[in-house]
């Protein structure tokens, strides 16, 4: 939780790295809330609206730890676009994600698993 907690308190930072388990548990508790209130909805008979304002919330700060997470693999932030691609652009990306951080510092800033 902690981690998700840190990625909001840098809402629109989009300078800098993360790495991996910073993204990857990010990712994980936004897609476990997002679960969690699509659910609630369902068994009240709501039309959604909890989950898609959630998500709007949200928005921004995916972006900008995708885009760290990118930096940290020694990407620019605008691979991001990728996904925009249907299916091969979505796993292009995974495999961006999943990728180990650049050992030492990069043009983006220090090494997060140094610091």
Sequence with gaps: MNWYLEVLKKYTVFN?????EEYWMFTLCNMLIAFALNFI?????????LAAIYSLAVMLP??????????????SGWWLLVALVPLL??????VFMVQDSKPGDN??????KQV
């Design 62 to 75: 995916s972006i900008a730890v995708g885009i760290r997470r990118l930096h940290d693999t020694g990407r």
């Design 107 to 112: 043009q983006y800033g220090p090494n997060p």
């Design 16 to 20: 800098g790295r993360a790495h991996r």
């Design 41 to 49: 909805e369902g068994l009240v008979g709501g039309p959604g609206a």
């Design 89 to 94: 652009g979505t796993i292009v990306l995974i």
